[in-house]
């Protein structure tokens, strides 16, 4: 059976070698992964969204209209107007914009701590785990609140301080999941033969190690994504995320959105649907991108 | 090729002690004692032979190889390889030594990195060493590797788990040669796999070694096996060697009653001969290493046990260093009747 299919995919294969390594991924996740392809659209639209807000929102983003307040929605606000009577449609937009960065930035950094404390403390055990473990479980007995607390109330609040506190307490956090795997993945034998064979700890951990864990820490961002769009908010609600009249989500549905709850539930409908599509079409994305990354799970072409 | 044997020793390895600690306590760690995994192991290997090492499991084989390899500590005695004392080189002095000990695995799953294409895995040692520097040089390496150990060319770009157990074996086998080592050490090489497949896997390796002149180290549980590629055996039991002898020597006459039980316990493939030889059972379990019996330390199961063997460890001593046996009905104590 094999034997008969092989002209055929001879062929396919030698047509797609000729496209790059990227397009070849994107032709895989349409036709292998068709929910992850579609988390990616959903992202890469709010993603676009976010960026053209500019171009893309009819108003801007603190545009107050006194006379039209809490609107529900029309033609003239798709989305309905809030308390001040700023435009939804544009303020989600907008707001599409800071939670993304706020939620990618963050999600990335805490990812590389993770990684980086995980993968050394894993690999090498021993006294530098003995020790940098210790310090992960001071850290992590303190209340990320207290924390937040101190450190806004001496720098004030902004968004470089939330993405970069957000980051670091994920990532400390974190570090435990990614060093648990390393440890399950250190004791293979393919780990064995390169030492034996005189590899670097280096180039085991950059061709072992890293490749064998990378499922994990795929999940390890996708949900942090999520997470830190969410914590963000609830930052921005006891007045230590990014200050108010800046619109991110959690701020919404915080804000005016948890107010106005019953009269003008459009103020938390619409920043709480994007929120649950963003993380939801990250996570989905995440999923497929695990499954494609791994050669056993990889289908024949 | 049979050896000459006058040739300088590949591997020379004297008086080797491995012992692992035990602790107790998490804060306050004590030392509660050793197990003594391999204690007091000498043994020499020419160019080009091929040392079985039996013995069954937790006697010491597997450690014994890994000591070879430094791949865990050795506490006492001397690795002589290739002329040079290896005990106590550091990491860098040990690298030039690494490309000319290769290792081949039990277990052909757990061996090859499951994310790393066939190209890569062959390649990394020749990476490690530098001896094809570009990606191109080592792509055409492994596939002539491949080809060596019997598998197409083109399978280079395959994962692991595409291929059968025996090929995966083949696969770790093209990985350990790549480099042209003069000794290999094969840990249990070929218990993973079926019984069909392991006959063809051991045609390779004795295939392999009449091409590059390899030393092996063969460690295996299975007798049948071992007596087919090995020169020459030595049986282990509880960190130590209790004899030694040129393969054909040893199945005939096997002089220590260890190995004489060993032997005894290969079924005979014919069921009416199976069932009229005689039973001989080593009774009770294998002693604990945290304490070994006192002499020798078969004592305690020996069927032919005699008063001077729980007291005077027996050494090993043979006749014109062929076939070496530590027993005392063999050797007479000194100053000590029997």
New interface residues.
């Given amino acids: 059976m094999v034997e008969v299919a092989q002209p055929a995919t001879g062929a396919l294969t030698s047509r797609r070698r000729d496209a790059g390594p990227f397009v070849r991924f994107i032709v895989r996740l349409v036709r292998e992964k068709p929910l992850g392809a579609f988390g990616a659209a959903i992202f890469l639209l709010f993603l676009a969204c976010g960026l053209l807000a500019d171009v893309v929102a009819p108003h801007g983003m603190n545009q107050i209209n006194p006379i039209a307040r809490l609107k529900p929605p029309s033609l003239q606000a798709p989305l309905g107007t809030d308390s001040l009577g700023r435009d939804m449609l544009s303020r989600v937009l907008y707001g599409a914009q800071l939670s993304v960065i706020i939620g990618f930035s963050a999600a990335a950094i805490a990812t590389v701590i993770s990684v980086v404390l995980g993968v050394l403390t894993g690999y090498l055990g021993g006294k530098v785990d003995m020790v940098v473990q210790r310090f992960v479980d001071a850290w992590m007995s303190f209340p990320d609140l207290v924390l937040l607390i101190v450190v806004v109330s001496v720098i004030g609040p902004g968004m470089p301080q939330v993405i970069g506190l957000l980051g670091l307490l994920f990532g400390i956090a974190g570090s435990r999941i990614v060093r648990g795997a390393v440890i399950s993945v250190r004791e293979?034998?393919?780990v064995?033969?390169?030492?034996?064979?005189?590899?670097?700890t280096l180039?085991i951990l950059w061709?072992?190690i890293l490749?064998?864990v990378t499922p994990i820490v795929i999940v390890l961002f996708t949900t942090r994504v999520g997470a830190v769009i969410l914590a963000e908010s609830g930052l921005s609600f006891i007045g230590l995320g990014v200050p108010p009249p800046a619109p991110t989500w959690g701020g919404m549905l915080s804000g005016a959105g948890r107010v106005f709850m019953y009269d003008a539930p459009w103020l938390a409908l619409a920043p709480g649907i994007c929120l649950t599509l963003v993380v939801y079409a990250v996570n989905v994305f995440g999923d497929a991108l695990r499954d494609l990354l791994?050669?056993?799970l990889?289908s024949a072409p | 090729m049979p050896p000459s044997e006058n040739d300088a020793p590949l591997l020379c390895v004297e008086r080797l002690k491995v012992h692992f600690p035990l602790y107790k306590g998490v804060i306050f760690k004590r030392r509660v004692g050793a197990a003594q995994a391999v204690d007091g192991v000498s043994f020499t290997l020419r160019a080009g032979e091929t040392l079985g090492l039996v013995g069954e499991s937790g006697c010491g084989k597997s450690t014994t190889g890994l000591a070879v390899l430094r791949m865990t500590e050795v506490n006492d005695g001397r690795v002589v390889f290739e002329g040079r004392d290896i005990t106590r080189l550091d990491r860098a002095g040990m690298q030039p030594i690494r490309r000319r000990m290769q290792m081949v695995y039990q277990d052909p799953y757990g061996s090859l990195n499951p994310r790393m294409p066939v190209a890569d895995i062959i390649g990394e040692p020749l990476a490690v060493h530098g001896l094809a520097p570009g990606k191109a040089e080592r792509r055409e390496r492994a596939r002539e590797l491949l080809q060596m150990v019997g598998l197409r060319a083109d399978m280079i770009d395959r994962y692991p788990h595409e291929f059968s157990g025996g090929q995966r074996q083949r696969i770790g086998i093209a990985r350990a040669i790549a480099v042209h080592p003069g000794l290999l050490i094969c840990d249990e090489p070929v218990s993973a796999l079926d019984v069909s497949i392991q006959a063809q896997v051991v045609n390779l390796f004795e295939d392999l070694q009449e091409r590059f002149g390899m030393a092996y180290i063969f460690i295996a549980h299975d007798l049948a096996v071992v007596r087919h590629v090995s020169d020459r055996i030595a049986v282990m039991y509880l960190g130590r060697i209790v004899e030694v002898a040129a393969s054909a020597d040893l199945y005939r006459q096997p002089l220590h009653p260890y190995t004489q039980a060993l032997l005894a316990a290969i079924p005979i493939p014919d069921p009416a001969a199976e069932a009229a030889r005689p039973r001989q059972i080593v009774a009770g379990e294998v002693p604990s290493v945290l304490r070994p019996p006192s002499g020798c330390r078969f004592h305690t199961r020996c069927p032919k046990a005699m008063p001077v063997c729980a007291r005077i460890e027996p050494v090993l001593a043979g006749e014109g260093g062929t076939h070496a046996v530590a027993c005392h009905l063999h050797n007479a104590v000194e100053g000590e009747a029997a």
Avoid at chain 1, 192 to 200: D, F, M, N
């Fill in positions: 293979n034998m393919y064995h033969a390169a030492q034996s064979t005189g590899a670097s180039r061709h072992h490749p064998n791994d050669p056993r990889r």
